[in-house]
């Protein structure tokens, strides 16, 4: 064997080790994760109540409660981290990120409406059907309406990453500024809720939309695996992936509507959930180096870790309060994004 | 490629150019900065709309081939680029088979790799990441993803220019070898007495006309006058041209000679007119 195929075998292996490492962790986590609660289940427990065995209070917290809610967190993870490093890539900066793009504050500006009009928070819980469905439809269009434009604008000029991100602050101010006066003219109770659903909280979702973001999160997951290489080759730069046979303008605008699409949909079910498709993304750069073919995949693992963990943290901390995970994230994420800048800056 | 125009906006860069170049022959692309080289390189590869005329390879117009089968038929290596993100040697490499693959590089896209690195000298480099090499190093991974592909046509924008002495002896080989056979090759190059001893023919680009195009015994002291504006004494070692830039045309005083026989073959050679941009 060659000094060379030596070489990239040993990082090959790395990388497949790094990516069993990752979903192994994920396993144990949200194994863990169904099991503490404020009702401890034991593992024998556990697993005949996941089979449809066990006592009927064991099978409705782990069914009704638990389950969706660590599904929830996995492909709320996995998809928003996915989208993250396609944004990056996209973008071609290591800044990319649904509150770069505007997205988040969209969303939050079309969920904060929803919740003027009709009177009634996703927080209430007489809400009933519409408080369920209504917010979260109002949400997603709004994160739509953003995506739109930056699409819209790309299209008709140039997809260079400079349009997207310049675009994106814009409305992400524009956005911003908007739910402010909302905030200005609401009543006490509204901005309560207002605010109480910018949170991101995996709690909201019930299994419809559980179902919902898997079946988008699994088929993002399925594009960008198929395209990875094609992402790589971008990565070169637009002429040399234009020599290579990339149709690069619809590469960008492809992965762009895809990611934006994902974290429109998971913010408008659980609301802001900051720093993980930040994260994680970076973490994969950091341990196994940026190859996009890589990267989704695992980030999205990675991305799903790190939420299940978090969001069994804020359920479990300070027991029996119940923390939003959102709040969680950003507390934790800053400073690990800031060490990930400090001490791994080398990277990209 | 044939009375090939190209304008950006409304600014005239190539007017009515005709080249041809045959297979396992290396058409070198000289002038001076800003006479349409790159330029021209991009039309060949479809990079760049020409306005007007057409380029073909074996009978078949560029412009009509699917972006897969251009790739896999033109390989090329541009004059600069930036990465987003960074990848190492191998991976850069491997993207050069891209246009061959499906959605994931196989088994025999690697040993195509592992190949090309070995044959560039990169063998110690292969995991490095690309933003951590030299200049030169550079220019080799990128010569490395166009050669990887085996296109039957090879644009080439001044492969070598950042390159030491031996480098630039050892990839012009490297290119010639891969032209053995049925691959045309087509390379933008300051350096003119590397033109002049590797490739079969050049071609002088001044004012978005081929200025002169032939063999290297085009490159007379009086056509380097007109195209780049400098004096230079053109001499013959061993049979090839030898071109030594003496002063800038309008400033200094006329230093130009005719061809003399031999006997300046101990001199080092010097660069003309070198320039990274
Ligand atoms: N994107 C662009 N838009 C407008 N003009 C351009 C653009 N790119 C190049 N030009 C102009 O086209 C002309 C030819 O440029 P080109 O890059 O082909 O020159 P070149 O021969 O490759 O020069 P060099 O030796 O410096 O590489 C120059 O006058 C340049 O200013
Ligand atoms: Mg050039």
Redo the contacts between chains.
Sequence with gaps: M????T??G??RRRRVGFLGGVALTLAIAGTFALAIGSVQVPLADLLAALTGGGTELHRNIVWRNRLPRVLGAIVAGGGLAIAGAAM??VL???LGAPYTLGISQAAAFGAALAILLTGVGAGSAAGGLLATWLTPIAAFLGGMVSTGVILALVTYRQAT?ETMILTGVALGSLFQAGLTLLQYFASDTEVAAIVYWTFGDIGRAGWPQVIVMTVVVLAATAYF??????Y??L???T??A??????VDSLRIRGMAIASLVTALIVSFVGIIGFVGLVAPHVV?MVI???E?YLMPASALVGATLLVVADTAARTVLSPVVLPVGILTSFLGAPLFLYLVIEGRA?? | MQRLTFAYDDEQILEEINLTVQSGELLGLLGPNGSGKSTLL?CC???LGPDSGRVTIDGDPIATL???????R?G?V?QS????????V???IL??R??H?G???SASD?EAV?RV??RLGL??L??R?VENLSGGQRQKVRLG?ALV?DPSVLLLDEPTSALDLKHRLEVMDLVVGQLQGDVAGMIAIHDLNLAARYCDRVALLAEGEVHAVGPPDVLTAEAIREVYGVEASVRRHRDRRLVVPEAPADTGPSAAEPPIEGHVADRPTPNTAETDD
Excluded: C, K, M
């Design positions: 060659t000094e060379t195929a070489a990239v040993e990082r990056q890539t071609r900066n290591p990453p695996l198929r395209h990875g290489w094609d790589d080759v990565d070169a730069g002429d040399t234009r020599s290579l046979g990339v149709n750069r180096g940026g190859t073919r990277y990209w | 991009e590869n479809r990079l699917a972006p897969d089968e251009r790739a896999r033109v090329y541009p680029e930036s990465g987003a993100f960074p990848a190492s191998f991976e850069t993207q050069g891209r246009p693959g959605w994931s590089p690697r592992e690195i070995d063998d110690g292969a995991t990441n993803r592909g």
